[in-house]
C-alpha cells in the first residue's frame, strides 16, 4: 500500500540541500534564503525568523521534533514571521554574520542557531536551541515567539534601534579586519606552546577539559614547534592526545574514522556524527606523527580513515561527501537514537563471537554485561557499550582482533545507517584531496593518490563555472553557490598536495589559477586579509574576515599557507609577499592569544624558515627517481616544496644521465647531486 502524502510542503521542497529538505514538510511556511523571503517581510512588515543548522546536527533534529513539526508553533510562526531556512555548511558566509551577532547577544553560539531579522536583516534577538516550553533556565519557544510578536508590534522603534545598533557592532571589528598590525615571530610561537603545555590533559590527552576536540591543526603546529626546538613536551602533548583519542570511543573500531568530539573527558562518549573535515585533518596529524616518530599505529589510524572515507563518503563521481548522522533507528526501532547504528549490548557480542573470543574481545574493548557508558546525559546509552581500546592488544591477539572487528563490521552493515548528507563541498574536499595527497607520498599508496585524484577532477570538471568561477556546492547534479574564500583556499591546499604526490603540470597550472583568482576576489586592497566573501557574490549587511582557528581551519589562515607554498612552487614572489602582509594585518589579533590561531602559526612556522625547495629532475619511472623520492617523503618535514622536471625540460638536468636532485634552503641553492647518500646529508642539514 502506497504511504500518506505528506499533510504539508513547504518551498524547501525545491531545493538541493539535504538539510532543507528535511524540513520541506514541515507545518511551518519555510523559505529558503532569498529574495523572495525578504521581499515578503518588507511588504508585510514582518520580522524574519531566521533557522540555520545542517543536516547531521542532533539538536536540530530535536527542535525540529518538537517545535516545527508542532502545528501551534507553526501557525506562531507563519501569523507573526517569515521563517527562513538555511543550511550552514551551504552559506558559511550567511551563518558566519549571524553566529557572530548571536555572539555578542548571548556569549555563546551553536546549532540550531536562532535569529530573529527585521525585514533590513538586522538581527534583534537570537540564541540557539530553545526548547517547547521553558527548561532549564531557557524561555519556551512559543512563549518566546509570543514575546517577539508583542514587543514588534508595541515597541517597533526600540526593537529596529537594537538591530541598528548590532548591524554597526559587527561592522567594527569586521572592517577593522585585524587592524592593529604587529610582526609575529617565533616568540609568538614559543607563547601558543606554552598555552598548549598549560591545558594539557596530563591523564587522558587533548587540549582542555570535557567535551574534547580533536584540535588536529593544533597539534601539527606542536609536532612543527617539536620539529623546530627539539623540545619534548611539545611531541609528548601530541602522541599522548593521539593515543588517547584512537584508543577511544571518539574512535570507531569497527568501521574507522573519528566521531565529531568526546563528551566526556576520557574520549570515551563521544557524540555520533562524522564529518569528512575531522577525516581529513586527523588523518594528516596521524601522518606526521607517523613521520615524526615512525611508529607504526599512527599510520594505521590514517590509513582506517582512508578507508573509511573511500568506503563510505565517497560518491561514484569521485566527490567526497559531507557527513553521516549522529542519530540512527535501533534495529525494528521507529525512533532514531544517538550511536544506535554503533552501540552494542554485551549479548549482542557474544551471540556473534562466541563465548571464548566475546570474552578475550570484551576484555579488550571495556565491554561490560550492563553497558559502560559512565557518561549519558540524554539516557541514550542503557545497556549497550561503547567500545574503546581498554587495554592495548598483544602481538598473539591482534589476529583474534581482526577476527572480531570483521564480524562485528558485517553485522553492523546490516543495521540502519544513519542518513548520509551527500552534498560535494569544494572546501570539505579540498582538506580531504591534500590529506589523501600526502597520505599517497607518506604510505606509498596508489589507491590514496587516486582517490585524491578523482576528487580534484570531478571538483574541476562539474563546479568550476565556464568563466573559471568555482562554486562551493555539488549536489544531484547541479552546482551552485559562488564559492568562499575557504573554497579558494582549501582546494588550493589539497591540489598544492595533489601536485607533489603526482608531478602533473595541469594540477600545478590550476592551483596557480586559483590562487591569483583568490587574491582577486577576496583580497582586501586597503587593509589586507582576505574577506570571506567574493566581490561577485551576494553582499551581506557587513564583508567579513575570519583568522580565527575552529573545528575548521580558517580561510585566511589556510590561504597564508598557499601563497607560501604555490609561490615557492611557480617562482611568483608577488605571492610570498601576500602572505608577509596578511600575517602582519592580523598580527595584534594573533599576539593576543596566539593557540587561538595555531592554522595561522603553522604557515608563520614555513614563512619564518627554514624552509627548502627541491627539484627532481629524471624519469619519473626511473627506480632512483623513486628512491629519491622515498627519501624526501619519509622524514617529517613540513617546510618543504618538491617539484618534478622531466627529462629534456629547460633548467634542470641531469647528472650523468642519472636522476637528479637539486636542494635549496631560504632561496640559496645546494650543488645538485645524483647521489642517495649525498641527498641524505643534504635533508638532514
Not at 136 to 142: D, E, L
Not at 243 to 263: E, K, L, P, Q
Not at 515 to 544: N, P
Not at 607 to 625: H, L
Request: net charge negative; with cysteine.
Amino acid at each position: 500500500m502506497a504511504s500518506a502524502a505528506p499533510a504539508h510542503t513547504n518551498r524547501l521542497a525545491k531545493e538541493k540541500s539535504p538539510y532543507l529538505l528535511q524540513h520541506a514538510h514541515n507545518p511551518v511556511d519555510w523559505y529558503p534564503w532569498g529574495e523572495e523571503a525578504f521581499e515578503k517581510a518588507r511588504r508585510e512588515k514582518k520580522p524574519i525568523f531566521l533557522s540555520i543548522g545542517y543536516s547531521t546536527c542532533h539538536w536540530c533534529h530535536v527542535m525540529e521534533r518538537e517545535s516545527f513539526e508542532d502545528p501551534a508553533t507553526a501557525e506562531l510562526l507563519n501569523t507573526h514571521f517569515v521563517p527562513i531556512k538555511v543550511d550552514r555548511e551551504e552559506r558559511p558566509d550567511v551563518d558566519a554574520l549571524y553566529m557572530q551577532a548571536v555572539m555578542q547577544m548571548t556569549g555563546q553560539g551553536g546549532w540550531p542557531l536562532s535569529v530573529f531579522l527585521t525585514p533590513d536583516l538586522h538581527p534583534f534577538y537570537g540564541g540557539t536551541y530553545f526548547p517547547p516550553e521553558p527548561r532549564w533556565g531557557h524561555p519556551g519557544f512559543k512563549q518566546l515567539l509570543k514575546s517577539l510578536a508583542d514587543a514588534w508590534e508595541n515597541r517597533r522603534e526600540e526593537v529596529l534601534k537594537s538591530g541598528q545598533a548590532m548591524v554597526e557592532a559587527l561592522r567594527g571589528p569586521a572592517e577593522a579586519g585585524g587592524a592593529g598590525k604587529e610582526a609575529l615571530s617565533k616568540e609568538t610561537l614559543e607563547r601558543a606552546f606554552q598555552a598548549f603545555s598549560e591545558s594539557y590533559d596530563e591523564t587522558y590527552g587533548g587540549l582542555g577539559p570535557a567535551p574534547k576536540f580533536p584540535r588536529s591543526h593544533a597539534l601539527s603546529l606542536l609536532l612543527r614547534y617539536w620539529k623546530r626546538t627539539s623540545d619534548p613536551r611539545a611531541l609528548e602533548i601530541v602522541e599522548g592526545t593521539l593515543r588517547g583519542m584512537a584508543a577511544g570511543g571518539i574512535y570507531d573500531h569497527v568501521g574507522g574514522g573519528f566521531h565529531r568530539y568526546s563528551t566526556d573527558a576520557q574520549w570515551h562518549v563521544p557524540h555520533f556524527e562524522k564529518m569528512l573535515y575531522d577525516q581529513a585533518l586527523l588523518a594528516r596529524t596521524y601522518l606526521e606523527a607517523y613521520q615524526a616518530t615512525g611508529k607504526a599505529e599512527y599510520a594505521r589510524t590514517a590509513r582506517e580513515i582512508f578507508d573509511y572515507v573511500l568506503r563510505e563518503m565517497t560518491g561514484k563521481e569521485g566527490g567526497f561527501y559531507s557527513a553521516e548522522d549522529a542519530d540512527s533507528l535501533e534495529p525494528g526501532g521507529k525512533e532514531k537514537k544517538e550511536g544506535a547504528f554503533y552501540v552494542w549490548s554485551a549479548k549482542e557480542i557474544e551471540d556473534l563471537l562466541g563465548k571464548p573470543d566475546a570474552a578475550a574481545f570484551g576484555l579488550l574493548y571495556g565491554v561490560q554485561l550492563h553497558g559502560n557508558a559512565a557518561h549519558d546525559p540524554q539516557g541514550e546509552f542503557a545497556g549497550k557499550n561503547i567500545l574503546y581500546k581498554a587495554r592495548p592488544v598483544k602481538p598473539e591477539q591482534e589476529e583474534l582482533d581482526r577476527r572480531c572487528r570483521k564480524k562485528l563490521f558485517a553485522a553492523r552493515a546490516k543495521r540502519p545507517r544513519p542518513h548520509l548528507d551527500d552534498k560535494v563541498l569544494a572546501d570539505w574536499n579540498g582538506l580531504m584531496i591534500s590529506s589523501l595527497a600526502f597520505g599517497a607520498q607518506v604510505l606509498e599508496e596508489p589507491a590514496y593518490a587516486e582517490g585524491a585524484r578523482r576528487a580534484a577532477d570531478f571538483i574541476l570538471k562539474e563546479m568550476v563555472r565556464k568563466d573559471g568561477r568555482l562554486l562551493h556546492r555539488y549536489r544531484d547534479g547541479e552546482a551552485a553557490i559562488p564559492g568562499h574564500l575557504e573554497d579558494y583556499a582549501f582546494l588550493v591546499y589539497g591540489l598544492t598536495d595533489l601536485y607533489q604526490t603526482t608531478f602533473d603540470p595541469r594540477i600545478l597550472a590550476e592551483a596557480k589559477r586559483l590562487t591569483a583568482d583568490m587574491v582577486r576576489l577576496f583580497w582586501d586592497q586597503e587593509r589586507g586579509g582576505f574577506f570571506l566573501i567574493g566581490t561577485d557574490a551576494e553582499q551581506l549587511l557587513v564583508r567579513q574576515k575570519e583568522v580565527y582557528d575552529g573545528a575548521i581551519p580558517s580561510g585566511n589562515s589556510v590561504a597564508a599557507l598557499d601563497l607560501l607554498r604555490v609561490g615557492r612552487l611557480t617562482g611568483e614572489r608577488g605571492f610570498e609577499e601576500k602572505a608577509s602582509k596578511l600575517m602582519e594585518t592580523f598580527g595584534a589579533q594573533v599576539s593576543r592569544q596566539p593557540s587561538a590561531f595555531p592554522q595561522l602559526l603553522i604557515a608563520l612556522d614555513f614563512g619564518i624558515g627554514p624552509s627548502r625547495e627541491i627539484v627532481i629532475a629524471g624519469p619519473p619511472k626511473d627506480p632512483g627517481t623513486k628512491q629519491m623520492l622515498r627519501l624526501i617523503r619519509g622524514p617529517f618535514s613540513p617546510n618543504q616544496v618538491v617539484t618534478f622536471h622531466p627529462p629534456g625540460k629547460e633548467g634542470f638536468s641531469m647528472l650523468e644521465g642519472k636522476p637528479t636532485a637539486y636542494v635549496c634552503e631560504n632561496y640559496a641553492c645546494n650543488l645538485p647531486t645524483n647521489r642517495l647518500e649525498k641527498l641524505k646529508e643534504l635533508l638532514i642539514e
